[in-house]
């Protein structure tokens, strides 16, 4: 057999390995055969077939490429902290073969040209898929729509002006109903700024304990329970709640989809294993909006996975470079890495932790982010692109600066010891982790 870190071929079979397919939540040995790019077989047992080139999966596990529809990409205008080509090297080490970008670039993303310069250079570096979501007002101002029609067509899948809420319930409405006929959602960073104010941290016994001005629960719970009315008036929109982080946005969101009101939810992996009191060491890359909330927040997210309330994780990847973390705890900016450490903290927090199976908890990274903004990918289905990730489950490691491939080094997460690694990621049957990167 052939090895996997030197894959030339564009149609193969890769054997001796355990498939997982979230989207039928199932996990078996077998092998999985590849041809021009696209998934041609997933079976069971080893491969008797040699018409094809045979590589060894070695044992390792073998799932869809993971999907992160939170990231902040930081190109054009930030690439001191992170650019399309180290930010997707970023997702492919961490098994993500497509992305979603948000808006808060400079300029924003209100404008086709800016779509298209992310696609050309997404393509040029030739890493991870990356699927530009627009900015929902020009400039992300809240004052006027941005066009949407021509950025779809441009390539943008949803419209955002995440890195801040829409602010007034007015434009809130009018997002909807033009986002609403072009069948792209609607994603909210929920946050009402008046109640957060000066706030650093989540309001709290820690927050008067630390000395740190804090952000109540209901910032981000006003700013949904608001949208949540607005959907109810907005026919055939869409809505997705970005980053949820509290108990009480658990129970607007369930009785939403108790309603039947068309809303999905992601969380990041950070509410689901750190919170508030981790701030006692006042460590910046901690600083994250919306915060580190409570312990029974914490609980309160990982049980709305669980029961689905919560559709899926993403990373809310936000690099930032070390001299803007280096500061004291007031004057640091908001949000850590998270692309290279959100598959392990899920093996670690979620599966290992006994509260999914390992299909269920690659569903929340892979078909169904997918199915949240739209997008393609997440499956095992046949002639679907072979977007594929091979991992050890079980392989501990310990998250260091100098490992991360991101531009930035603000990881929440250094020197936590984690499971789970990845060994292999493939894009449109691509070995990527093999190959250098372009830029
Ligand atoms: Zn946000």
Redesign the pocket.
Known sequence: MLNLAQLTHRSYIIDNVTVVDPKKNTTFPGHVAVVDGKIDAVERGRAKEASLPIYDGAGLHLAPGFIDIHVHLREPGHEYKETIATGTAAAVAGGFTSVAC?PNTLPAIDDRSVVEFILRQAKFVGLAKVYPIAAATMGRKGEILAEYHELVAAGAVAVSD??SPVASANMARRVLEYAAPLGIPFIE?CEDMSATGEGVMHEGFYSTKLGLKGIPAFSEEACLARDLVILRSVRGARYHA??MSTRGSVQLIRRAKDEGLPVTAETAPHYLCLEDRDLETYNTNLKI?PPLRSAEDRVAMIDALKDGTIDCIAS?HAPHAAHEKQVEFNAAPNGSLGLETTFPLIMTHLVRAGHLTLPQALALITHRPAECLGIPGGTLARGAAADLVLFNPDESWVVRAEDLHSRSRNSAFLGHTVSGRVKHTLVDGVNVTASPIGV
């Open positions: 948000m995440d890195g960073h970005a980053h909006n809310d």
